[in-house]
């Protein structure tokens, strides 16, 4: 990928502060331009920033920045616009997606005619293509554009500051989005414990789930005993919907190496790691490039920036297991052991890598500690609720119009997420329930959702923050079919140590499916939570500790559900297959033999261009007649 | 480590525990009953199996494993409640889902620990729906079944195996219900073969073929003794049928091997058994060796003797040190009295120059100064001449614990070694036969770091014998990198406490008595808390020393024998024919004797050649005292019977003073003696010069390794047919990159040649032979190892080719 500052031509000299000063004043207005960028502003020269997030990336990004350049290049714009490739812009749904500056035009979903058209059109002649434009349809039926649509306007930026407005391959211009401000801070101008005071104050807490306060942390890890210690920046990321700590590395990977070399500064650490899963190739070489760039730079290494301090971070590339998130688990994976957890305590910021104090903290809690310490604490503690500072950054998920990434302010109701930044439900169904925190979370029903979202009240909810993957379901979801499937998902994924966890969760998955296969019994919604609170209560790391959570609260906010299922017979919501009944529609049959070529259990019967029938004793409800009618004419219900 | 005491409540009770101790030792200290499956206490916690479970009441973390969490000030906890009881219950009962019920048929079954368990707490009663997946059993090794099926996973084997044994067989793969303990891409075990994996499996799981047996748990007695192969004498507990073994253990907490044994020990005892066992006397008659009875014998053997001294020759005797000391003390009181000047020795054994010659001229004594525990917790060790996890395995799992669980370092400078190098920091790969060299070097750096306790008596002179042993010679002489050497030295003079460790063993190249002092010197300026463990080959041999039957070496025996003066020479587990060095002409001493007595278990070369042969009582068919290499006293009980018609040795010696009219001290005046014999005693300590003799390096060629297997030593080892085949067969054994670049694979015939010997072999390539090493096990002399080897512990080249 080529960046902005190849273009420029930067010289790859080592950085002292006066070089990052004169980076700030040269770049600043570039960078402030694009947060401005608003309808009317006066174009001196256009950036047309094409967003490069994972996402947009794999519905084909980079060719669409490719034809702009080459574009550009054919009809001599280059003075007059240049192509910026950044992180993820958050509307993932949209991509690709790509925004205009100054004019703060956003086209979603730009293929390569349309990206030609935008250079000819928007770039060269400055005429807004309005019929492409990124729209929606405010509350009072008005028509919003762009930076007014909800989804972006409810958004407050703060980890995610940087994605989709810089390029994350520069430097020079994550220097002049304040990079590195709060590093010169911590070297200069601050006593290590008066950092610790200032994120004590500001309330973050840890972003990877368990959300423990993060000043709190490095304080322990400060005053541990020991010669050496270390800086560990989970990248895991498991969570099968969630995606910020990849964008964030994707689209802002100098934040986290920022912040990493404060808390190297404040603890007393030399070495840090970064955790990454293999399914994260782009993640892992922009954060290679970024920390190849910030060695070359002086800003990692020996003595930097002049203050005697030194310190370098390593990329440490995991298989891909959920556990291996759970951070004994990652330490032993970093240590070239099985990834496997182990009691705390002692806690990693006792004996952590190797046996030495080690400081863990999440990629997203690793992004909010510059503006922290470049803003103040008051700043920080004035955003979110009593005990829930700050933003969190969300994967929006399932059945809302808008997916992708959001950050909003703690507190926001999950209404607001859900119908605002969200844009309500796809189907036009009922909102049912939100699941969060992915399979070691759970749900909040829909007569929930005024609730302020925050640590607490989630977790009286029996949901939990988790690392913020967010799935909405409509009333077309069945809660036994969701339990189910995120059960099998923390089967599959437990490391097998402790036996509550490998095989009562094996239990539990076999009830859930015996209860969507229709041979449910009485006891065994008992059962599910006799269990379930055994599996929590006794395994030994948070896998197991919150794997019987999707269950344990769908069965309390959607008891009703399982017992249909179980009593009746029936899946409300029409997803159990093996619960529907399946029949045929007289006037839609056209009698083409599709369904009874299909059915695996020869249970449909009737003569060629004539109505057929299946055999309700015969029918396995496996659902195959239903995706082999070419009609429409078999009904499941 | 100390730690300060906190009150914790249990139960409603207030207790005093140390903050930072293992919550479960307090629980259990104060006799409760917590259920653990995956908790050992000789392994770093693993809180695996959730059975510890207790309720935490103070707000912090609800359910706790007792084995992994620490005491800390305010705790409470309840250990009764419903829902600890609960806890145990369910997840006794998720773990018999997964687990092959066959109970009735089970070898464990009674001496199980789920069993048990299940037993003690039941389970819900409510069916859960749960397939079990069928894996098959690993039927590969020779020696020990594994059965997936029955697996807790509770994680011991493959812990022990890491952080006990050092060799990582064994390993966790999978998830989930897939998890699984196997082997490196499941290939056959290919391993020590010690047995901690399956003696600590609480289950079934693991199963020792050569234990396979029908008799449950319940109708073995259980009785413990002393191993009584190597010198570090682990105690074992046997389980007996009918007063047979049907299987060995050790308990964890045992003394002093805290439960590990080594193969030996655990599987070498069917040389008990071996149909070759002498179950009869022997005596010549028309110069062929009849069974005869023992009245016939102990006569024949009596007559002897007399005939000897009427003529004026002399009596000897060349006993094992294995001997025990009540036996020994009788047998030299024999020799005492059939003749003031009879000459009493044992054989050439390996240790006994280092003790007799090595240390005692330093020490005062010929003793250790250090114990293992020392070993266990000083700062730095230095390990040297061999590789304990051949000659003596407990101190290598001594050494791995303390590296692997605490991050203690122990060096290892060795020319030979079997894996314990990978744990050594640092490890100095010795030439051969160089340590006196490498300790003179030592002992000048750490004088001139000023490390050392210059007051010692004879200070001076000895070092001024090493004042040219500069880190420059050292490296010449001993092939090790001056960096290496340098870290060597820091180590050392960073280290408060210093233990040395000098190992012996046959086929060690070397002066061992020669290192024994530079190691006994060193260890003495080095002052205060440091100190040396000498390890003798075989048990005993400390003992049999203060015992004061080795007067006379047994190279003045065989000079007396050869010169023909003795008459009547009296070999008590002694085989110089069949076992000693070449150097020593054992078969021509034998020859030369007017009459010869053999004792031993077995119809040895040395008792083909006798005119009387006494079967004898060995190992733990014996009772009675020996002493271990660092000065303490362990009981020998007999667990059990030798072969009807066999005796113990002072048995046989009694007899033998009876018929010889020597009148022996009763058994009460033995055993006061043998006590009197424990403890470490003082001498008068010095430092003497050292001679440090730089051998000449031999010619171009690989270097020989003959030096003792763990599998197996050579002697009485050679009846265990379970030992001889776990232990490589006769070839000789290759790194890859030799036999690649000697174009030899598996199997093919090489001709190994030095100075005019050779022997034909086949090859065998062997990974965990170092480069340049060619290994030829030693196992007897007749043997392709001891025809090349000449002299012990001369370092021999070896030329290699194809045949
Ligand atoms: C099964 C499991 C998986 C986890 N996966 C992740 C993960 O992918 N990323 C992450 O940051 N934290 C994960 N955690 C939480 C970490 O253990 C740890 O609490 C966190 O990284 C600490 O950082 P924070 O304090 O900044 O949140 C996981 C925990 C468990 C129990
Ligand atoms: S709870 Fe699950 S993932 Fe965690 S240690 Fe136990 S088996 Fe492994
Ligand atoms: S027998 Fe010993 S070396 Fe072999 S696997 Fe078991 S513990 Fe490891
Ligand atoms: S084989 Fe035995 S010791 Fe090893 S994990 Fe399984 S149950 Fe535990
Ligand atoms: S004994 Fe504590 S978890 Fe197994």
Redesign the pocket.
């Known amino acids: 990928m080529k960046t902005n500052s190849e273009a420029a031509g930067d010289s790859r000299a080592v950085l002292d502060r006066a070089a990052l000063a004169g980076i700030r004043e040269a770049v600043r207005p570039v960078i402030e331009g694009r947060l401005a960028a608003r309808r009317g502003a006066e174009p001196v020269r256009r950036e047309v920033l094409v967003c490069h997030g994972g996402s947009c990336v794999s519905c084909h990004a980079v060719p669409v920045a490719d034809v702009m350049e080459r574009v550009i290049g054919e009809r001599g714009l280059a003075d007059r616009a240049r192509v910026v490739r950044v992180g993820c812009m958050g509307l993932c749904d949209a991509g690709p997606l790509v925004l205009v500056v100054p004019d703060g035009v956003y086209y979603p979903r730009v293929n390569e005619s349309l990206a030609r058209r935008i250079v000819e059109e928007h770039l060269g002649a400055g005429t807004v293509l309005d019929e492409a434009e990124l729209t929606w349809e405010g509350p009072g039926g008005e028509v919003l554009r762009s930076r007014e649509v909800p989804f972006f306007a409810r958004q407050l930026k703060i980890a995610l500051r940087n994605c989709g407005v810089i390029d994350p391959g520069s430097l020079e211009e994550y220097v002049a989005a304040d990079g590195y401000r709060a590093l010169e801070k911590v070297l200069f101008e601050m006593e290590p414990g008066a950092v610790l005071d200032e994120l004590k104050r500001s309330g973050l807490r840890?972003?990877?789930?368990?959300?423990?306060p993060?000043g709190l942390?490095w304080q322990f890890v400060r005053d541990a005993r020991g010669d050496v210690r270390y800086v560990v920046c989970?990248a895991?990321?498991?969570?099968p919907g969630a995606f910020m700590?990849r964008s964030i590395l994707e689209g802002d990977p100098f934040s986290v190496i920022e912040a990493m070399t404060i808390a190297g500064r404040v603890i007393g650490s030399n070495q840090g790691y970064v955790y990454v899963r293999a399914e994260y190739p782009l993640a892992i070489e922009r954060l290679g490039a970024a920390l190849d760039r910030a060695r070359q730079a002086g800003l990692l290494g020996c003595d930097i920036l002049g203050s005697g301090f030194d310190f370098d971070v390593e990329i440490r590339i995991g298989a891909g297991a959920?556990?291996c998130?759970?951070?004994t688990a990652l330490m032993h994976s970093i240590e070239g052991k099985r990834g496997m957890p182990r009691p705390r305590p002692p806690f990693p910021a006792q004996k952590g890598l190797w046996n030495r104090p080690t400081l863990?903290?999440?990629?997203e809690?690793w992004a909010n500690v510059p503006p922290i310490l470049l803003r103040g604490a008051e700043w920080y503690a004035a955003i979110g609720t009593a005990r829930s500072k700050g933003t969190k950054v969300f994967a929006l998920a399932g059945a809302v119009r808008n997916t992708g990434l959001v950050e909003v302010p703690m507190g926001i109701s999950l209404r607001e997420v859900v119908e605002e930044l969200g844009g309500g439900i796809r189907s036009g169904l009922p909102f049912k329930a939100a699941q969060s925190g992915g399979p070691?979370g759970g749900c909040v029903p829909a007569s929930a959702a005024d609730v302020p979202v925050d640590y607490e009240s989630l977790q009286e909810l029996g949901a939990i923050m988790g690392?913020g993957g967010l799935i909405v379901m409509d009333e077309g979801t069945c809660m036994v079919e969701l339990a189910r499937f995120f059960m099998e998902f923390i089967v599959d994924e437990s490391c097998g140590k402790c036996p509550p966890c490998r095989i009562g969760n094996r239990v539990m998955l076999n009830v859930l499916e015996r209860i969507t296969r229709g041979e449910g019994r009485e006891e065994d919604l008992d059962l599910l939570e006799r269990l379930g609170d055994h599996i929590r209560t006794s395994s030994l790391?948070?896998?197991g500790q919150?794997g019987p959570n999707p269950v344990l609260s769908t069965l309390r906010h959607f008891r009703q559900e399982y017992e249909v299922h179980v009593r009746e017979r029936r899946c409300p919501a029409g997803q159990c297959r093996a619960l529907l009944t399946y029949t045929i529609v007289e006037e839609l049959c056209n009698g083409c033999h599709a369904c009874t070529k299909a059915c695996p259990a020869g249970a449909i019967a009737g003569e060629l261009k004539h109505v057929h029938r299946i055999d309700q004793d015969v029918c396995i409800h496996c659902g195959a007649c239903l995706n082999a009618c070419p009609t429409g004419a078999i009904e499941a219900r | 480590m100390d730690r300060r005491m906190v009150t914790i409540t249990v139960n409603g009770r207030e207790v005093t525990a140390p903050a930072g101790g293992r919550l479960l030792d307090v629980l259990r200290g104060l006799g409760l009953d917590i259920p653990t499956l995956c908790h050992d206490d000789r392994l770093t916690p693993y809180g695996g199996c959730r059975l510890c479970v207790v309720e935490r009441k103070d707000g912090r973390g609800g359910m706790v494993p007792a084995c992994s969490t620490p005491v800390q000030r305010g705790m409470v906890v309840e250990t009764r409640t419903p829902a600890v009881v609960a806890a145990r219950q369910n997840n006794l009962q998720l773990l018999l889902l997964d687990h092959r019920m066959e109970c009735p048929v089970c070898e464990r079954s009674g001496d199980c620990r789920l069993q048990e368990l299940v037993y003690l707490y039941g389970t819900p009663e409510e069916r859960l729906p749960f397939e079990r997946a069928e894996r098959p059993r690993d039927e590969s090794s020779p020696v020990i079944v594994r059965d997936p099926e029955k697996c807790i996973l509770c994680g011991k084997c493959v812990r022990l195996c890491d952080e006990v044994q050092g060799v990582a067989e064994i390993g966790l793969v999978g998830r989930g219900l897939d998890a699984a303990v196997t082997t490196l891409l499941g290939r056959p075990l290919d391993c020590e073969f010690c047995g901690q994996c399956v003696n600590a499996c609480p289950v079934g799981a693991l199963i020792a073929r050569p234990f396979a047996t029908e008799v449950p748990a319940w109708l073995r007695e259980r009785r413990t003794t002393v191993c009584s192969w190597c010198s570090c004498g682990c105690e074992l507990e046997a389980e007996l049928y009918e007063g047979r073994i049907v299987r060995v253990t050790a308990r964890p907490g045992s003394e002093p091997n805290d439960g590990m044994l080594c193969v030996k020990g655990w599987l070498g005892w069917d040389v008990l058994e071996s149909p070759e066992r002498l179950t009869r006397p022997l005596v010549r008659r028309e110069g062929r060796l009849v069974e005869a009875s023992w009245e016939e014998a102990l006569g024949a053997a009596a007559a002897g003797l007399a005939r000897a001294m009427e003529t004026g020759r002399e009596a000897a005797v060349l006993a094992t040190p294995r001997l025990l000391i009540e036996d020994a003390l009788l047998l030299r009181r024999l020799m005492e009295g059939v003749q003031g000047t009879a000459r009493t020795g044992i054989g050439p054994e390996a240790g006994l120059e280092a003790l007799a010659s090595g240390v005692a001229p330093v020490f005062g004594q010929p003793a250790s100064t250090a114990t293992l525990e020392d070993v266990d917790a000083a700062d730095m060790v230095l390990v040297l001449r061999g590789d304990p996890g051949r000659t003596h395995p407990l101190v290598k799992n001594v050494l791995v614990r303390r590296t692997r669980q605490r991050g203690l370092p122990f060096a290892l400078a060795a020319a030979f070694t079997a894996g314990l190098e990978r744990h050594a920091a640092p490890f100095l790969h010795l030439r051969p036969g160089t340590e006196t060299a490498l300790l003179a070097f030592l002992g000048r750096a750490l004088d001139l770091e000023g490390r050392l306790d210059r007051t010692v008596e004879g200070f001076g002179a000895w070092r001024e014998s090493v004042e040219r042993c500069t880190a420059e010679w050292a490296a010449g002489v001993t092939g090790v990198p001056e960096a290496t050497l340098a870290r060597l030295a820091e180590a050392l003079s960073a280290a408060r406490k210093v233990s040395l460790v000098l190992v012996t063993g046959r086929g060690i190249p070397g002066n061992e008595a020669a290192a024994a002092r530079a190691a006994a010197c060193l260890s003495v300026a080095l002052g205060e808390g440091s100190g040396l463990l000498v390890l003798p080959e075989k048990s005993n041999l400390v003992g049999c020393l203060r015992t004061g039957l080795a007067r006379d070496r047994a190279a003045d025996v065989l000079e007396a024998a050869l010169a023909g003066r003795v008459g009547w020479l009296y070999l008590v587990g002694q085989d110089p024919a069949g076992a000693w060095p070449r150097s020593m002409p054992g078969r021509e001493a034998l020859e030369s004797a007017e009459f010869v007595v053999v004792q031993d278990a077995f119809l040895t070369e040395t008792a083909r050649a006798a005119d009387v042969v006494l079967p004898a009582a060995i190992l733990i068919e014996r009772e009675g005292t020996g002493i271990g290499p660092e000065g303490t006293l362990r009981t020998y009980h007999r667990i059990v019977a030798p072969p009807a018609g066999v005796l113990q040795d002072g048995v046989i010696v009694r007899e033998l003073a009876r018929l010889a009219g020597v009148r022996l001290p009763g058994p009460e005046i033995v055993a006061a003696e043998t006590a009197a014999l424990a403890g470490a005693r003082g001498g008068p300590v010095r430092l003497a010069a050292l001679e440090v003799t730089v051998a000449e390096p031999p010619g171009e060629g690989f270097l020989l390794d003959p030096s003792p297997q763990v599998f197996h030593s050579g002697s009485t080892t050679t009846h265990s047919a379970r030992l001889t085949g776990l232990s490589p067969g006769i070839a000789v054994r290759m790194a890859p990159a030799d036999a690649e670049a000697a174009g030899l694979g598996n199997g093919d015939a090489v001709r190994l040649v030095t100075d005019g010997r050779e022997v034909l072999l086949r090859a065998r390539i062997d990974r965990r032979v170092r480069p340049g090493t060619l290994l030829v096990p030693w196992r007897n002399r007749e043997d392709a190892a001891s025809r090349l080897v000449g002299e012990d512990g001369v370092w021999i080249s070896v030329q290699l080719r194809r045949s």
Do not use: I, P, Q, Y
């Open positions: 840890g972003r990877g789930g368990a959300g423990f993060a942390k989970n895991d990321e498991g969570d700590d959920f556990v998130g759970e951070e863990l903290n999440n990629v809690t070691s690392s790391c948070g896998l919150t």
